[in-house]
């Protein structure tokens, strides 16, 4: 091809796009300024909503599932003080069998409720399962009548569209709402199981563990905001995304695209949007690395102490090794529980941020909702 030609090519070339940005941009700044202890107070606000929409859906069935958590936490409770039990006989009795003699009802009763423990997380989830869909058709439901009593004026605010946009983010999210909540509740009830067996062991063990997962939960938080601040700079984007994608694949449009040639500049539009999107999305992935192997390597660090303090107080004569035991197990328990609490937490935190989005909208669109008669 020769130059005169690719300068031809790139002169018939229609203009690219112009940049897109979410206007409704008040909203996205108080979600930036929030401090940890704000959004620490966010998830409480998405758990109360999740236990709304919940109650509404089927009462019997909430209540089942929080029932199954609590019995839950007990179980884990019981499981950790009977193995603490177990562990005197087993590390300081005479001889084997005796060693296993005295072990065996203690060990009998932490298997038992072990089993039971998992039983109650066996009903908890059937009952999620039975909440899961009627909670996404509610909100889906208040989203489409929102749409449908909002005066038509509402139509034309210029961010009346990204508004919608950002708020059926939120809606779509109530599905994963209740799942992440039973995780978050349960690590919540574990690790205030584990706590209380761990405290009793040695009080030092607890906040050294407890400080192991700040810097996991303080990373994971960030990464959320990063998610958030993503989501909004992509929402026009998307929108525009959405509705090019329609006007190039419906039937009703297909003999107007090809009778006035509108496919190159139509479809150039679609590709230039798809672009820059996928290119904001790639351009934020070495902020999330260096987010995440900072929190893994501080949370590592105090691990590493955690194990190191406990060395040191059966070295120096502080704990007994049968409490050393339990120590190392109640520490494995707890770090899950601590793992599963801070993932959960972070998964509700965001949560919290587009059910923002959803509430907001629904409540200005019942604002902004006239009267209906009967006919």
Known sequence: MSEQQVETEKAAAPPPPPEFTYTWGRHNETMEALSLGQMARRVPSALRQTARLALAVNRTAFHVLIAAQVLGGICTAAALAAVSRAMVPLLAGDGVRERISDALWPLVIAAAMTALGALASLASGSAARRLNPGMATLADLAMVDAHMDVELAAYDAPDFTERSE??????????????????????????????????????????????????????????????????????????????????????????????????????????????????????????????????????????????????????????????????????????????????????????????????????????????????
């Open 166 to 375: 950002a708020a059926e983010t939120g809606s779509a999210r109530s599905a994963m709402l209740l799942q992440d909540a039973l995780g978050f509740t349960g690590g919540l009830i574990d690790m205030i199981a584990v706590a209380s067996v761990l405290a009793v062991v040695h009080p030092v063990l607890l906040p050294l563990l407890l400080l192991s997962v700040v810097p996991r939960g303080l990373g994971s938080v960030y990464a959320a905001r990063l998610d958030y601040r993503l989501h909004n700079q992509t929402i026009a984007s998307r929108n525009i995304k959405h509705m090019m994608r329609w006007h190039l694949t419906t039937p009703k449009l297909a003999d107007e695209l090809r009778g006035n040639s509108m496919r190159p500049y139509a479809h150039h539009w679609y590709a230039a949007v798809c672009e820059r999107i996928d290119s904001r999305m790639v351009a934020s992935a070495p902020r999330y690395l260096v987010v995440h192997l900072i929190a893994a390597a501080a949370s590592g660090v105090f691990v590493v102490a955690t194990y190191g303090a406990l060395a040191g107080l059966v070295v120096g004569g502080y704990m007994a090794l049968a409490a050393a035991g339990t120590a190392i197990v109640a520490m494995r328990t707890s770090t899950a529980a601590l793992s599963q609490l801070v993932v959960y937490g972070a998964a509700m935190f965001q949560h919290a941020l587009y059910l923002g989005d959803y509430t907001a909208f629904v409540e200005e669109a019942a604002e902004k909702s006239g009267p209906r008669g009967p006919r």
